[in-house]
């Protein structure tokens, strides 16, 4: 096998390592762990950042729906202390949601890894 088969090999793995890491400061969470949290939501947001349709489709009770695009605006009055637990489908777009988050200063953002497609629970 040749130098630029093993390059693109290595560069592919290191891509997928990096998208598990997630961002710097944010947790991801698994949904399993997400049902414990969703019982006690004392300084805590649970927000579902996909599509108004996506959401009607299917969400998780408890989960208020803020699509991505507007996730920087509607996030401008929020407590900075807040804990912050969003998700979406399968984990991209929450992972950027809550990248957008820790930019605007939350301190507190966790990620459901997985998203919806991993939830055992039932759907509202």
Same mark, same amino acid.
């Given at each position: 096998m040749s130098i630029v088969y093993w390059i693109i090999l290595a560069a592919i793995i290191l891509f997928f390592?990096?998208?598990?890491r997630g961002g710097k400061g944010i947790t991801s969470i698994t949904a399993e762990q997400l049902k414990t949290l969703l019982e *006690? !939501?004392?300084n805590r947001k649970f927000i579902d950042v996909r599509e108004p349709a996506e959401y009607k489709?299917?969400?998780?009770?408890?989960m208020k729906n803020i699509p991505l695009a507007t996730v920087a605006k509607e996030c401008a009055n929020w *407590? !900075?202390?807040?804990?912050i637990i969003v998700m979406c489908r399968s984990g991209s777009r929450?992972?950027?949601a809550a990248r957008t988050?820790?930019?605007q200063g939350f301190t507190k953002v966790i990620n459901v890894r997985g998203g919806v497609m991993s939830w055992?629970?039932?759907l509202s």
């Open positions: 390592l990096l998208r598990l *006690d !939501k004392q489709g299917g969400h998780i009770a408890g *407590d !900075k202390n807040d804990e929450s992972m950027m988050l820790k930019r055992q629970g039932k």
